[in-house]
């Protein structure tokens, strides 16, 4: 037993992080408000660290990493507040496309692997998802009736506006002919691990954008004077920030072991992955309210980077089932299917 | 105890009903925040002041109409039940009209009240700094005596003053004793935006409305007949507003009991008839209902309190912190319920609830953060000591 | 409209709390832990302030007061912990016998209302209550089959134990033959009033039992010293402090607004109960629970007061409606039946 | 990242299994907190010490079986599941002996552990005193150097030592030096109860033990041999003590996922087939069920942490924090499970859960209240200035 990320993936954090760092700094992230496309650029550095092969086994071309890898870079995808679809192109895609085994797939996973175009997710009867509008492919998921995929055709989505503007929404508004590419059980379990990766992956990106809006409180509560000390000296700011670590805290390994067991293919990554959405989702937006809560008025303001941070998190806590949907799951497998603990 | 209104009071909920049911625009409009949205609420103002009911509770040769605190209530009751626009002269009307009501001389309030009720002047506070917050005795914006006589030259810095782009006057704080430490030596004032040394930069909020400003003074001419209260005793004056604006008179229960209601309604649309019964979405939608009930009921003891003479005081820190912390609780739900649809900018009520909810999370903030309406429970209420 | 108490009712409050100070010290609830038996001397002396008969109807020989008299009584009980039944047998059974308009009523009726009998209610299918072992007057009240009222033969209850040692429990063994004295419409009126004012009953003693566990901790915390200064001064205690005072504030009105409704047969007097044992119950259990933390280890003793209240906070909590059972009772009226507020 | 147990572990594990599934008492056995029935836990101590599960990591040579630290989890893990007694042992095991590794002598270890092992000596902590608290620096009671030389004589009393009515030894601090301030000049003791001079007075608690004692030490006389550390280095050696208390030992996992499968099992005893689903109750279930799962998972991180030679530090406070306040959420959700039978104190089941519930509300207290623990983690992990 060692619950520990290893050299590599520490370096492989610390590489997406510098990269982040410099293309993805605040004013970046604030220019994709009012940019309704993708940052090419920043895209094609993801795609040089080998960011969209990860998860694509080597015989397809990819780097044949495991969840645990994808989800160290989306906790730094989530504490830079990147607005690159990674997870939906990364972690929920790529792999699907590979895991089906279809001569179809080869196409579209070429070109996500060579970092060429990027693409969107809807499960089963959704129509709005992030990254729909633009990208070059989009699979349909859906459990009990087949998985498909397709190149939008101009005019088949239409864009739709987030309460985070860098967050690009689109929905399906002409769907293709239904023509799946996997059915059956086969589609019913793609459909399924591709779910728990896109509740895990939105669950690392989670806990990045907590720790992120953590450290900007603990910096402000630092300098910020009242009363004619710092304000990060009284005890409520103090025990408001205390809270919010300490839920980051236990919020991350479960994150790192749901990432683990579903690279192991075990029993329990299911349930895990529902938990640790669960969990980041409820730290996340504690780490925001406590966030805003100490940087009083001006973290109102649009001119403070809070709010990005912020705005992030509301979206993603609610995106690909919400910490009362993920507990139901959890509470359905542990209360009903006699699942003990692994 | 007497819980029955009077017939007069029945009458007046009656009025004001039928009134908002005939006057209240249908569509929704741009927030009062935008200058676009702002300039169309103007119009409200007037039609509001028209009909009598811009400020109730004023007297009438004020603009209102002698109304009492149990039909004021009603008339927020009406207004918040019937969708009516946001009040952007809230901040002349709620916050510095009680303090002028107090602490203005005549003059004053016969020249600036009726402007303020028939929205010609629409007002802004002043209060925060860069360096100053919820406790006010950092401010450094300060007022020196002018050579000539008869006023002040003002110089410093005001933020986060709401709708402060869009305003005709502000009111605030601002240091005429150097020398005197922390909240003494400040001296309430009033300055027209339109002043010579007056410079007003908007800044953008997290709902996405530009509503806020910054305001900056150079030198700006102020006469004495805009300074309320006495020079030096603005934290005086200044504390009467913000017991204000954090007491009774800002956040009536029809606020709150109105946003219930809608929570029912959205409940209702989204779990109808043959949906399962979900237990937890139904505790929480009550609890939000409650809460707002339970503030409704408290402020009945309230009002009686305030008309039996017997002043809030401290109490209304209680007041402050139970209705901030409902409604971001409310709001919360909404969004719950509203699930993956919750971050929808572009559908209407979605958005609507998500504003609101952005909107409640400066409640726990503003006048006087609730970190400090809690110390001040502990100390001035409960006795507990201050260090 | 004006929301507050008589003077009247004022002193009311004051007659009862003089006398409870002196009989219901601390010791006193503290002996009745070890004593299987109400005291005969405290309840006569509540019988001599006309508690017992507070709402029965003058023409049955009672005082004729409202529930809002009665709410303010046990508001004082709460606060003095007192062990007596004045819940049960004043403010449910006595006008529950009284509004029966049935002759069986007359006699138990008398006997509570001279103070020489204590009462008992069981509703529905329960069959544990409070002062059921011992009391002289059973009610059953069932809202679909009737109510009915007897005498308990010996061996036809038995004792049962409560965390709190001083609440006499009982469950009743051997049922008497069903006959009830009320049937119909009725029964289902009178049972749903009945248990109206238990929760109404039980809200006014947990807001009586919260405001007490709330001083003790002001009190501690003005002179118990840590750090070298009084544990008070320290921000975590003051917004703990802070929090259950603004609860059991809120709570309060919504207690005497449920027994002013109730007294005038509003639509809305059900809701109100409801609603006012949801929140005391919940205002209640906070203020037990900061003021155990601010009374740190202390407080978790035996020798020390505070448990005395705290474990008739937890009981009467539950009794007659916990929150939840207390906001689903609102949220169906709210909900389903489509009622607006008043 | 392996999440794999070793092949020698497993063995263990299932070793332990077997041991507690044919030993484990079925009935309950009265509170250890009792006279009698501590007596009754000193027989199930000496079972466990006889079978090597005492201290399963200390050497062999004192009473252990040199387990490892995932080895001592997965003990932990099987005891709890398995419902095996109430360890009255665990303030020497736990508390003490860690210390003693740490700060204490050949001779004291050679002298001491064994018999700890055994429960020939049981332990109680004697921290507190009537006017000290979390931050024991308000300590009064004193040991001066004896004139004759070879050891001190202790006065003073101490408070709240669980079980120390019925226990052998104490460990605790005393001032040595009086000159000195707060945390300084104190020094570590070992004193037998029976020792002329200590008045032992049980006092009664919430849940109904009489297991709280205090301790009055009159002219104590204590030899050397029994002091902990350097004179005068008490408080360093306390805070290995303290740090311990809160940090990873006391607290396995095994004792919240044991009493979550509990509440598990308690949810589907009152919602059997056939009930209608109730989200609420099932949200708060599964909630508890997550939190004692998360600490489960953290846990293996800590342990990683500590084998790769990271010490926790203050992060041991985030520890505290979680698990203390995860065990009271639990708690109150199994009694608001059981309604109306939550009180019921002769229904065993219920019973249970209340006295586990108010087990659970020391948690936040003791061993530094989380209010400490929260300043802890603001000032020595986020950095935050003291004053």
Known sequence: ?????????????????????????????RAAWSSDVGSA???AQLADLGVPAMLVPEQHGGLGLSELDMVVVLEQVGRFALPEPVLETAMIVAPLLAASSTPEAAAPLARIVAGEITAAVLFDDARVAANLHGASVVVLARATEGVQWFEPAAGATKARR?????????????PPTWAPMVTGDRAAELTARARDRAALGAAAELVGLGRAMLDMAVDYAKVREQFGKPIGSFQAVKHHLASAHVALELARPAVLYAA?????????????????????????????????????????????????????TWALARAHGDAATQRARVAALILDHNEGRS | MDLAYTAAEEAFRAEARAWLEANVPREPWPSGDTREGFALHRTWEKRLHAAGFAAVAWPKKYGGRDASLVEWLMFEEEYYRAGAPQRIAQNGIFLLAPTLFEFGTDEQKDRLLPRMAAADDVWAQAW?????????????????????????????????????????????????????????????????????GVTVRGVGRLDGDEGFAEVFFDDVWVP????????????????????????????????????????????????????PVDTRVRDAVARAWIEAEQYRIFTLQTVTDV?????????????????????????????????????LDDDAEAAGWMKGFEFALAGPIYAGTNEIQRNIVAERVLGLPRK
């Open chain 1, 162 to 174: 987030s309460v985070d503007g860098a967050r690009r929404l689109g929905e399906l508004c002409a």
């Open chain 1, 41 to 43: 650029e920043r895209w």
């Open chain 1, 260 to 312: 683990q067991r579903t690279s192991e293919r075990a029993a329990d990554a299911s349930r895990a992955c529902s938990l640790a959405k669960a969990v980041a989702s409820d730290a996340a937006t504690g780490a925001a309210r406590a966030s805003l809560q100490c940087h009083g008025a001006i973290g109102y303001s649009f001119e403070h980077d809070l709010h990005l941070w912020m705005k992030r």
């Open chain 2, 307 to 343: 008309r039996d003479g017997r002043g809030l005081g401290a109490a209304s820190s209680v007041n402050k912190i139970f209705w901030s912390e409902l409604d971001v609780r409310l709001h919360e739900t909404a969004l719950d319920l509203l699930g993956e649809r919750a971050e």
């Open chain 2, 224 to 275: 004495d007949a805009d300074v309320i209260g006495g020079v030096h005793q603005g934290w005086d004056v200044a504390m009467a507003t913000t017991g204000s604006e954090r007491g009774l008179t800002l956040r009536s229960p029809g606020r709150f009991t109105a946003a219930a209601e809608r929570l029912v309604a959205l409940y209702r649309s989204i779990h109808g008839q043959g949906t």
């Open chain 2, 128 to 196: 925060s700094e860069p360096g100053a917050g919820s406790d006010l005795a950092g401010i450094r914006s300060r007022a020196t005596r002018d050579a000539a006589g008869g006023g002040f030259r003002l110089s410093g810095q005001k933020t986060w003053c709401t709708r402060g782009a869009f305003c005709d006057w502000v009111f605030g704080l601002f240091r005429t004793d150097p020398a005197a430490e922390r909240h003494k030596g400040l001296t309430y004032f009033m300055v027209p935006l339109s002043a010579p």
């Open chain 1, 1 to 29: 037993m060692r619950f520990a990320l290893s050299d590599e993936q520490r370096l492989l954090a610390k590489s997406v992080a510098d990269v982040l760092r410099k293309h993805a700094t605040p004013a970046d992230v």
